[in-house]
């Protein structure tokens, strides 16, 4: 089967299935596993200025997307050169991805074969549904199964200790996760969720529904003892610089998370913002950060940095 993947997580599961080999397509954003970026690009990012700030850059996507335009941009001449059977799309989220729409109005427009599966989990269930769905499109179904019940056990295990800290009496911690720092968004979707399984209190995120643009008047208000900054798309080092750049509240430094200080830089990218196998190793990340004494080792080196505000 000759596989196309226009989204970061489906690639992510396209070879953790075995199936690295019958990918011909990619977007530009898929940069993971390694491998992946020896296989074409089927996408770009439109406009665009070098190095923006967060700022900068939530203003370009607002204006493109009010204006009706897509962020991104199709390669229709490699797509079709590509000679796909099966594309790999999604409809959640326009900032995230090529759309569904932009897609099939290309397979239509190439009068070409490929079958196109948008891909849309909300939640971590979600996620593991996903991944049972792409192995049943390429008939990897076995290895799908495989796949999900290794990420059910290890989820187990975090969410077995999590209650024998509980029984051990430490309590939840109080958290704000950002997805986006200028202007702040409230983390989403399944993020949330990833919270509470790996023993915390998410104060502004809902579980299942969208990330939604805050203020850090509400952030104050709710005080948390743990703020965790994972903006779409950025590693640890990335989200790092963006906030050094990224205007804060002079009275910042009241925060209960920033006197502790226990202010995070997070690898959003790997761990947060793509619904792919590596959402359970975010739990993992989360766990040891909000009870380092319980969890020690479960996160990796390059996972997180600790902010001086």
Known sequence: MRIVSLLPSATEIVFALGLGDELVGRSHECDYPPEALAVPAMTRAAG??????????HQRVTERLHGGSSLYELDEAALAAAHPDLILTQELCAVCAVSYRQVTEAVRRLDAEATVVSLEPTSIEGIFNTITTVGAMTEAEDEAVGLVELLRERLGRLENRVLERRLEGVQPRRVVCLEWLDPPFAAGHWIPEQVRRAGGWDLLGREGERSSETTWDAVREVDPEQLFLMPCGFDAPGTRDAWERAARPAWLAALEAVRRPEVIALDG???????????????GILAELLDPA???GEAPVAAWLPLLV
């Open 294 to 296: 319980g969890f020690a």
């Open 48 to 57: 665009g200025q070098h190095d923006p700030s967060s700022r900068e850059i």
């Open 269 to 283: 990218s790997g761990y947060f913002s793509r619904p792919g196998p590596r959402v359970i190793d975010g739990i």
